[in-house]
């Protein structure tokens, strides 16, 4: 009796749950767009501002987070992602210019401070607390820059998570800061011109998640108000896009139009006051990729040979070289250049090592990394030759090494603030595998498999999935404490390098965009089919997670595939495939994603556009929608809609949840505590789910 009454009060409660949501009212509205119509009841969560949308999210986080609370009696892994950090070992600052910089969290409760300093060995210097400067908790540092004799310093920073940024600038000798301030900076490196200014973009949009209008270069004097800044670049009319840089004597300006299907190249001599721009190329498509200029010589790859290369000729177009040449079925992943050396970095499956070239293409030596592991260049001491770099994996923390380029030897870097610690874990305590497995157009797609040694695959092991797939990005390990706790736990880790992404290749990634996106989603499912084929899991005990494109990724999995998964968490994704280009930068994605304004692409869009696939007799499963209501990249609002129709469904039984973070931006919390409790709920959440 007791048995049955049990059974029936847990049912009684999944019922009960699935109909106590907060309510979303269905305010129909006819959306309509080549030869499809489709009523959209939750446009009204559009205005993002409002009281009812601001209150309906409200009530979700109560409900999520009152979720979350209760599930730590079960899982509650935010101590051991603490003793993890600071078990680990760190890596040493990278050098800009004359000197040493690294980030430290001195206030878990506050943003990083920046701090300097000559010597790799010396004492770190405060340079700046960015709380302290703007008197609040919630402001970041995105990037800094050196003045080309390293006498400033500008820093960018983020207002709770915002991509519109504040330039503020430092005296590297005193430590004083400036009085120069540049605002309405968005999507915007910085260019020095020697000590005297800087190059920026500046953007001109007044609402958060309106349609991205960078279109201007101005050049900020030292010294000056930005009221008086030069305005030396515009594309308003033309609405295309832009980059820019310096090096040596000149500026250059590399500008893509709005459709995405030409760039051009322009320079000017920065000792012209007047910054008359001479065009290098014309009506030159985006197959060709500026990579530096040098010695008076333009190096660039081509997608001619796409598993990458490096060619350079003179400013005039003559004396082409082969400098770096292509090697096939090993990607050239990044170049880097130095006073003396460039250093190529190239993608394996499974390995990563670097290459050593002079500036006329003589090759010099090659460095390995450990299988598995990834690595970061930190710098190269021009005198002695040494390069510093640093290695790291999902599951191994940051190891220092000192390579020599001329002799070969390679030997671990230490010092007083870099001291031995032993291994969190010993180095074989967990299995990595780094294989590929079959799509269902029978392409090779690589996939990376952790599990702590001695698991038991025996088709029951709790499994997350993730991927991104999009832009061309290249994935590598990255070191993840939380993950640690996972593995240790008894889960299955993967990583899918699915097409879209540039894995293998530029044609992996035009594999994967415009009309053949729906390649992607395919090679993520039969990741997952493959998983569970191999006995590595079960449906009922697979996860799949993702961020941005990746967030995209999952939402089109769980409702193409549903049977496939326990739990999924998609991460400020894109969930409104009809309406992506009405946001923020999504006009700059036409050509990954499609037009929705020419009827083929938009057909493509729909066929897999998330919130418009879900349907009203299929029962999901259990999701945890994350979000930040400061995303200007992402908008919100493609969360809300999603949750609200994933809720709002009769046949809906696995809880549906969201959660949005405040004060938070696409890459959410900046603080040590904010980003360590959000980790520790995503994993909580996840082993909850899956073991229940």
């Known amino acids: 009796m007791k048995k049955h009454l049990l059974l029936y009060t847990l049912l ?153 940024r504040e330039i503020r600038f430092v005296n ?44 201007q270069l101005y050049y900020h004097k030292i010294g000056a108000i930005q009221d008086n800044d030069k305005l030396v670049y515009d594309t308003s009319d033309t609405k295309s896009y832009f980059t820019f840089f310096t090096a040596e004597d000149k500026l250059f300006v590399i500008e893509q139009n709005e459709d995405e299907t030409q760039v051009k190249y322009f320079y000017a001599t920065l000792s012209d006051e007047s910054l008359t721009f001479t065009r290098i190329f014309e009506n030159i498509d985006d197959s060709f990729d500026f990579l530096n200029y040098v010695n008076g010589r333009v190096y660039f790859s081509t997608s001619k040979f796409g598993w990458g290369e490096v060619r350079s000729f003179d400013l005039n177009g003559n004396d082409e070289k082969v400098i770096v040449p292509q090697i096939y079925a ?22 990563n090592y670097m290459s050593i070239y002079d500036y006329e293409g003589k090759f010099i030596r090659k460095f390995e990394a450990p299988m598995g592991m990834n690595f970061r260049i930190n710098y190269l001491e021009a005198e002695t030759k040494n390069l510093y770099v640093t290695f790291f994996s999902y599951t191994i923390s940051n190891h220092n090494y000192k390579l020599n380029i001329e002799t070969g030897k390679h030997n671990p870097y230490f010092n007083d603030f870099n001291q031995p610690k032993p291994s969190l874990f010993p180095f074989d305590y967990f299995e990595t595998k780094a294989i590929t497995y079959k799509s269902r157009d029978n392409k090779d797609v690589p996939i990376t498999i952790i599990y702590k040694k001695g698991t038991k695959l025996d088709g029951n092991n709790p499994t997350l999935l993730e991927a991104y797939g999009g832009f061309g990005a290249v994935s590598g390990p990255h070191y993840d404490t939380g993950l640690l ?163 709002n469904r009769s046949a809906q039984k696995n809880p549906i949840y969201l959660k949005t973070l405040s004060n938070s931006g696409h890459s959410g919390k900046s603080t040590y505590q904010g980003q360590t409790e959000e980790e520790a709920s995503f994993y909580n959440f996840l082993l909850y789910h899956l073991n229940n």
Request: proline fraction near 4%; charge should be positive.
């Open 12 to 164: 009684l409660s999944v019922q009960l749950f699935a109909q106590n949501y907060p309510e979303a009212k269905k305010v129909p509205v006819l959306f309509s767009k080549h030869h499809f119509s489709f009523q959209d009841d939750y446009s009204w969560m559009e205005k993002t501002d409002s009281k009812e949308t601001k209150a309906w999210v409200n009530s979700e986080n109560e409900l999520t987070n009152s979720h979350l609370e209760g599930i730590k009696k079960n899982y509650s892994s935010l101590s051991k992602i603490k003793e993890y950090d600071f078990l680990s070992t760190y890596a040493i600052p990278v050098k800009k210019g004359k000197y040493f910089f690294a980030s430290y969290r001195i206030d878990k409760d506050k943003p990083a401070y920046l701090f300097y300093k000559k010597n790799l060995n010396d004492d770190p210097v405060e340079l700046i607390n960015p709380s302290k400067i703007f008197n609040n908790n919630n402001v970041s540092i995105n990037g800094y820059y050196p003045s080309k004799s390293s006498k400033l310093l500008a820093f960018s920073v983020s207002n709770d998570g915002s991509d519109m």
């Open 172 to 215: 590297l000798d005193n430590r004083k800061n400036l009085d120069d301030k540049l605002t309405n900076v968005r999507y915007s490196n910085l260019a020095w011109n020697k000590d005297e200014g800087v190059f920026y973009k500046r953007n001109r949009n007044t609402d958060r998640f309106a349609v991205d209008t960078t279109y």
């Open 330 to 351: 090993n990607l050239l992943v990044g170049t880097f250049f130095y006073k003396d050396y460039i250093i190529a970095k190239y993608k394996t499956v499974g390995s």
């Open 485 to 647: 706790y996972f593995l240790e736990k008894g889960g299955v880790y993967a990583y899918a390098e699915i097409r879209g992404g540039g894995e293998k290749g530029i044609k992996w990634h035009t594999e994967g965009k415009g009309l053949k996106k729906i390649n992607t989603f395919n090679d993520f499912i039969d990741a997952a089919e493959y998983l569970i084929k191999e006995n590595y899991t079960n449906p009922s005990k697979l996860a799949i997670t993702g961020g941005s494109q990746g967030g995209l990724l999952v939402g089109v999995a769980m409702t193409k595939r549903p049977d496939l998964f326990k739990v999924a968490i998609p991460k400020v994704g894109v969930f409104d495939m009809a309406k992506f280009d009405l946001y923020t930068v999504g006009k700059r994605h036409l050509d990954e994603y499609g037009n929705p304004n020419i009827e083929a692409e938009f057909n493509s869009l729909l066929s897999y556009s998330p919130y418009h696939n879900i349907k009203e007799d299929v029962n999901y499963p259990t999701t945890l929608i994350i979000t930040s209501e400061n995303d200007d990249r992402v908008p919100p609002l493609h969360s809300y809609k999603f949750a609200a129709r994933l809720q």
